[in-house]
């Protein structure tokens, strides 16, 4: 069973920074696509960052330099470390992965999300 549990979310001030863990389960974690997505009521969900196979990553233009995204394949765990934090990175995170990207939204997984609050 496929199983991708977010952890490392909370409330922090601007400035500060918190690391997000993804512990996956269940697929060929070594080979898949992953990403982050982060999303906030009323708004469209953004993908913040993902890392191929071969570790190559992607990241949006407003968390580059603030975010660095990695993988432990040892431990099936993806993350996000998030440094220099804003107020608009207030979201709740997700973790994704499916075998391509480009089949993450019909063929994907995702996990249940963690909060990160970002206020002074």
């Known amino acids: 069973q496929v199983q991708l549990v977010e952890t490392g979310g909370g409330s922090v001030q601007p400035g500060g920074s918190l690391r997000l863990s993804c512990a996956a389960s269940?697929?060929?974690?070594?080979?898949?696509?992953m990403a982050w997505f982060r999303q906030v009521p009323g708004k469209e969900r953004e993908e913040v960052a993902s890392?191929?196979?071969?570790?190559?990553?992607i990241y949006s233009d407003s968390v580059k330099g603030r975010f660095a995204i990695s993988k432990d394949n040892t431990k099936s765990t993806l993350y996000l470390e998030m440094i220099s934090l804003k107020p608009e990175d207030t979201a709740m995170y997700y973790c994704?992965?499916?075998?391509?990207?480009?089949?993450?939204?019909?063929?994907?997984?995702w996990g249940q999300g963690t909060q990160v609050i970002v206020s002074a």
């Open positions: 269940g697929f060929n974690f070594r080979t898949y696509w």
């Open positions: 890392i191929e196979y071969d570790l190559s990553t």
């Open positions: 994704a992965a499916s075998l391509r990207a480009d089949w993450l939204q019909d063929h994907g997984y």
